[in-house]
């Protein structure tokens, strides 16, 4: 088991343990991967200050906005990523750099009020 593969169960158990029906995200392991791939990859359009949800069908939400839709998951997040728009450039982002981006993306969620 690799330590990326340690990090995410521990991730799902925290989740688990801690984040239902608390409001908040439980992320309990280190982002630095995810939010490296995504400082590299995908700043430019997706974490943009002020950007929000996106608007429309061609539209660029920010990872905060789709970190804060209600029910998300990284399971869901996982699956956004691989579903990528044609618009989106093919970074060809193995399963263990999806979970990373995808925890980092989680990691950004705003705590319910």
Do not use: Y
């Not at 989740?15 to 995504?38: F, I, N, W, Y």
């Amino acid at each position: 088991m690799t330590k990326l593969d340690r990090g995410i169960m521990a991730a799902v158990l925290g989740l688990a343990l801690h984040g239902e029906g608390s409001g908040a995200l439980a992320v309990s392991v280190d982002t630095g991967a995810g939010r490296q791939l995504a400082l590299t990859l995908c700043a430019g359009c997706h974490m943009n200050p002020g950007q929000g949800e996106k608007s429309g069908p061609a539209g660029i939400p920010s990872f905060q906005a789709v970190a804060d839709r209600p029910g998300q998951s990284l399971e869901s997040v996982v699956t956004w990523l691989r579903s990528a728009p044609p618009m989106m450039p093919k970074h060809h982002l193995s399963n263990d750099e999806m979970f990373a981006l995808a925890q980092f993306i989680l990691s950004l969620r705003h705590e319910s009020k």
